[in-house]
């Protein structure tokens, strides 16, 4: 029996502020037993994590999932290399993009898909000091609008 809809487990805020989104991939991922056991506790973060392709093959780096508390001897190592599971066609156009143009792939959101675990897998491009300092602007203007439209002035 499915399970329907999208339950969040994670996302990675920082990488909004830090890199221009090109664009997004939706990818499976192999996990084990008391992974999964974990990520339906919360028990994860995308803060440092980022992927690459080894051998024709997606792999995500440095995310955490949390030990699960229940499982005595067969626990998981919490920051191992992860395989996400994308169609060949999408890593190869990926593989082209990233070694080419210098783009990075960084993991986006992390969810409960019909009973899956799913990753957002977008294509970015780093920001540089100043294109940050625009962003922080942007917002500080845009909370600026919102709070004097909020008083009614």
Known sequence: M???GRKLIA???KARFNYFIIDKFEAGMVLLGTEVKSLRMGKTHLKDAYAKIVNGEVFVYQMHIGPYPFAYYDNHDPLRP???LLHNYEIKRL???VNEQGLSLIPMDLY???GKVKMTLALC???RLHDKRDAIRERDTRRDMDRS?????
């Open 2 to 4: 499915k399970k329907e």
């Open 11 to 13: 996302n990675n805020k």
């Open 82 to 84: 992860r395989k996400l």
């Open 95 to 97: 593989y082209g993009k």
């Open 112 to 114: 409960f898909k019909d």
């Open 125 to 127: 491009k780093g920001k």
């Open 149 to 153: 439209r909020k008083d009614g002035y």
